[in-house]
C-alpha cells in the first residue's frame, strides 16, 4: 500500500486533477485515489491550499465597471436562459413529438386516401350494378302487370320433351321475358344455350342452368319467333348448331 | 477565506440566488483575474475570461461539490479552462503561435496587485526564480510535470523537488505576510 501511495504522489496525477486537466478516467481515479488513502488526501488537500496562495499572490484588481458588466449578465441568464433552456427543451421535445405525429399521420392519411378510392370505385360499381337490376325488376313488373303482356308456353321437342319454360311477350312496349322452370339433364360435356334474332343475326344469350328459375330479357322481335334453346357441347360455339334445336321460344 | 463564508456562497448558489455571484466577485474576482491574465498574458482578453467563467460558474454551479475539491479549486479549474480554451480560439482565429515564454511569467505589474498582497508580492522576489517557474509552469501554464521537464529541459525529479521546495518557501512567506498585514495590536495579541 505505501508503494501504491508513493507511486500516486511521484506521479502528477494529482496535480493534473488539482487543475482540472485530467480526462474523465484520471478524473476517477484520482477521486478514487483521494478517498481511499489518507496521504493522498492529505496531499490534495496540501496542494489545494497551495494553489489558493499562489494564485493570491498573483491577484490582479479588476477594473471598475467589470462587476457590473457580469452581473448584468448573470441577470440575463437567469432572466432568459433558465426559462429558456426549460421551454425550449419542452418546445424541441413537442416539435419532435409532432413531427413523428405528422409522419404517422400522413401515412395514415395516404393509405386513407387510397382505401376510399378503392370504397368509392366500390360504390359506383355497385350502385350502377343497382341501377341496372332496378331498371330489370321495373320492366319485368311492367312486363308482367301490364294487360297487353302475353304468356305463352315453351315446350321442349322430341329431343327435351320435358323441358319446360314461360315467356312474356309485351308487343306495345316491345319487351320480352323467358323464365326457364325445369329443363332435362345432360351429359356433362353438354349444355343449354340460349339463342336470340338480333337484327337479323343469331345471338349466344348465354348457358340456361338447369333451376335457374330466372326471369330473362330477351331481345324482342316483331316476327313472332324470338329465339330457341339447343344443346351445345360445353366449350360453346358462336354460332347454333340447327339440328339441336329443342325448343323454339315463339308467340 | 472563512469556511463559513464559502458554505454560506455554496448555499446562495443552490438557491440560484444572484447574491452568490457578487460574493465570489468581491472575494475571488481579483485572484481569477489574475489566473486568467496568467494563462492569457492579455488583459482584455483575461476579462473577457473572467466574464465567461463567472457565467459558467453560475450555469455549473449545480455540479460544485464540496468533498472532491474546495470552492477555491472548483472556481480557478473554471476559471483556467476557461482560459486555455480562449487563448486557442483566439490562436486559431489569428493564426499565429502564441508563445508561452516562462521566463517572463512574473511581469506583473504591482501597482495592479491586490494592495494588501503588495508585501507579498515583493516578497516572491525571495524565492529563487529556478522554484517560481516550476510553480509557473504547472499551476498556470498548464503544463503537466512532464510536459514542464521537457519545456523546461529540466530532469523529471528535478520538477517535482523544485515543486515541492517552491510551495514550502511560498507558504512560508505567505503567513508571514497575513501576519505583516494585520494591524499592530493584533500582532501583539497573537505573540501575548
Known amino acids: 500500500m505505501k508503494e501504491k501511495v508513493h507511486e500516486i504522489l511521484e506521479s502528477d496525477l494529482l496535480e493534473s486533477y488539482l487543475m482540472g486537466a485530467t480526462n474523465d478516467v484520471e478524473t476517477l481515479q484520482a477521486e478514487q485515489f483521494i478517498s481511499m488513502y489518507p496521504e493522498v488526501r492529505e496531499a490534495y488537500d496540501e496542494l489545494q491550499e497551495n494553489l489558493e496562495t499562489f494564485a493570491n499572490l498573483h491577484s490582479v484588481q479588476p477594473p471598475e465597471g467589470l462587476k457590473d458588466k457580469i452581473m448584468a449578465r448573470i441577470r440575463k441568464e437567469t432572466k432568459g436562459t433558465g426559462k429558456f433552456l426549460k421551454y425550449s427543451a419542452a418546445a424541441s421535445l413537442a416539435l419532435l413529438l409532432s413531427a413523428a405525429a405528422s409522419y404517422f399521420l400522413w401515412n395514415q392519411n395516404q393509405d386513407l386516401h387510397k382505401a376510399n378510392a378503392i370504397v368509392n370505385k366500390k360504390v359506383d360499381t355497385l350502385q350502377e350494378d343497382l341501377r341496372e337490376q332496378l331498371e330489370d325488376v321495373r320492366n319485368q313488373f311492367i312486363v308482367l302487370q301490364n294487360p297487353e303482356t302475353k304468356k305463352y308456353e315453351v315446350k321442349g321437342n322430341k329431343k327435351a320433351k320435358e323441358l319446360k319454360a314461360v315467356a312474356y311477350v309485351n308487343p306495345v312496349k316491345r319487351l320480352s321475358y323467358i323464365n326457364v322452370s325445369k329443363l332435362p339433364h345432360l351429359p356433362e360435356d353438354q349444355s343449354y344455350r340460349m339463342w336470340a334474332e338480333v337484327n337479323g343475326k343469331m345471338v349466344n344469350l348465354g348457358i340456361i342452368e338447369e333451376a335457374d328459375q330466372k326471369l330473362l330479357a330477351l331481345p324482342y322481335s316483331d316476327d313472332n319467333e324470338l329465339g330457341y334453346i339447343t344443346v351445345e357441347p360445353k366449350g360453346g360455339n358462336q354460332s347454333p348448331t340447327p339440328e339441336n334445336i329443342v325448343a323454339n321460344i315463339a308467340y | ?192
Open chain 2, 1 to 192: 477565506m472563512s469556511t463559513l463564508l464559502e458554505k454560506h456562497i455554496v448555499e446562495l448558489l443552490r438557491e440560484r440566488n444572484e447574491k452568490a455571484i457578487s460574493l465570489l466577485y468581491e472575494h475571488y474576482g481579483a485572484t481569477l483575474l489574475g489566473v486568467a491574465n496568467k494563462v492569457t498574458r492579455d488583459e482584455n482578453l483575461a476579462q473577457d475570461v473572467l466574464q465567461e467563467s463567472f457565467v459558467k460558474i453560475w450555469k455549473k454551479s449545480h455540479t460544485y461539490d464540496a468533498s472532491k475539491a474546495k470552492l477555491f479549486t472548483w472556481l480557478f479549474r473554471i476559471t483556467r479552462n476557461t482560459a486555455i480554451d480562449k487563448l486557442r480560439s483566439v490562436k486559431t482565429k489569428s493564426g499565429k503561435e502564441i508563445q508561452i515564454d516562462v521566463s517572463d511569467v512574473y511581469n506583473l505589474g504591482v501597482n495592479s496587485t491586490k494592495p494588501e498582497l503588495i508585501d507579498v508580492h515583493e516578497n516572491l522576489g525571495r524565492i529563487e526564480s529556478k522554484y517560481q517557474i516550476v510553480l509557473d509552469a504547472l499551476f498556470f501554464q498548464g503544463m503537466t510535470q512532464q510536459e514542464a521537464s521537457d519545456e523546461l529541459d529540466i530532469p523529471l525529479g528535478t520538477i517535482k523537488s523544485r515543486l515541492k521546495i517552491g510551495l514550502r518557501e511560498l507558504k512560508k512567506i505567505y503567513s508571514m505576510a497575513i501576519l505583516l498585514t494585520l494591524p499592530l495590536n493584533l500582532i501583539h495579541l497573537v505573540i501575548s
